[in-house]
């Protein structure tokens, strides 16, 4: 009996090494999903659809983008959390989710740095300060005078509590002294569409997802939250020009679940390094406003656990807690 339990024992474990082996051998065997915790339109989810075909022909197979977009980003960075580890399975995500939802939120129902691991840096970029053709609103003066004359009167719109765009405007609001109103929205996309149609006189948006509007004319931008101007867009001011401290930046960054297969992960990182030293890639991430500087994914995890700390002190200042 004990004989025929060790014979059991060692088939079941040959089994398992063999299945570990061919799934290292063959990745990827069928098609893989990066989901976006957020809503289509937003800077993760146009970094997402821009390098998919690139990532598909490093890989040899077909990436699906998946929108999972939902209490900030908390349900699909979640639903990636808990999904197979096999590296079938990807977040592509931005720091607003990742590094400022677990002191946003009471129970964000992840945990960013044992549930994941990061693959790959892509990039950051600055939000911009928006208003619709027309608008009094041409600069940060007239922001700010305006603002001053009529305190609490003034509207912003965000992609929703606790975001970056959000955030921005609580800072601002403290470094020159004004009351402005948040006003936040399901996502970037709808914010924008509410700038375009009057409804709300300003909005924080992410480069990427306001940078065609810009320059068809459509919105005014007036300063932007980078330490320094945008080479996408080097005529916009920043905002820490006039109150150096108001800076922020989204990054953007791939991860998998934890304890994802290694031979998986290695294959997926020198599949995004391929893919971010392309010429035709790297002009059109630029062209959005991205900042392509390199991170290593050691560096990456430090960067995170930096920004958890960083703004989780923002978010108490600005006093945005969710349930």
Not at 61 to 73: D, K, L, Q
Not at 116 to 133: D, E, K, Q, R
Not at 188 to 215: E, M, R, T
Not at 297 to 308: H, T, V
């Amino acid at each position: 009996m004990k004989h025929k339990s060790i014979v059991v024992i060692s088939a079941l474990v040959s089994a398992w090494l063999f299945s570990v082996g061919v799934l290292a051998q063959s990745y990827p065997s069928k098609s893989v999903a990066v989901v976006v915790p957020q809503a289509a339109g937003g800077t993760n989810d146009i970094v997402a659809r821009l390098i998919a075909p690139a990532l598909g022909e490093a890989l040899g197979t077909s990436i699906v983008v998946e929108n999972r977009p939902g209490a900030g980003g908390n349900i699909g960075t979640q639903s990636v959390a808990r999904a197979a580890k096999d590296g079938y399975t990807l977040l592509l995500t931005i720091n607003s989710a990742q590094a400022i939802n677990p002191s946003l939120y009471k129970n964000p129902g992840f945990d960013p740095i044992h549930d994941f691991v990061p693959l790959y840096y892509v990039g950051a970029t600055p939000y911009v300060l928006v208003s619709p053709p027309g608008s009094p609103y041409k600069t940060l003066a007239d922001v700010v005078a305006a603002a001053k004359k009529r305190p609490g009167e003034l509207s912003y719109a965000s992609a929703g509590n606790g975001t970056i765009s959000h955030l921005l405007g609580a800072m601002l609001n403290t470094s020159a002294g004004i009351e402005m109103q948040h006003i936040p929205y399901k996502g970037v996309a709808p914010a924008i569409n509410d700038v375009l149609g009057g409804q709300v006189p300003l909005a924080f948006a992410s480069l990427p997802s306001a940078l065609n509007y810009i320059k068809a004319g459509k919105l005014q931008a007036i300063a932007i939250s980078s330490a320094k101007r945008s080479s996408a867009a080097p005529e916009i001011p920043t905002i820490a020009e006039t109150y150096p401290d108001c800076v922020g930046e989204v990054w953007v960054a791939l991860f998998a679940p934890s304890d994802v297969n290694s031979e998986a992960a290695k294959k997926i990182q020198l599949a995004m390094g391929k893919v971010l030293a392309r010429p035709d890639v790297r002009e059109k991430l630029s062209a959005q406003g991205l900042d392509l500087s390199p991170v290593a994914p050691a560096k990456l995890g430090a960067l995170l656990k930096d920004e958890i700390v960083k703004w989780a002190k923002i978010v108490k200042a600005s006093g945005a807690q969710l349930d």
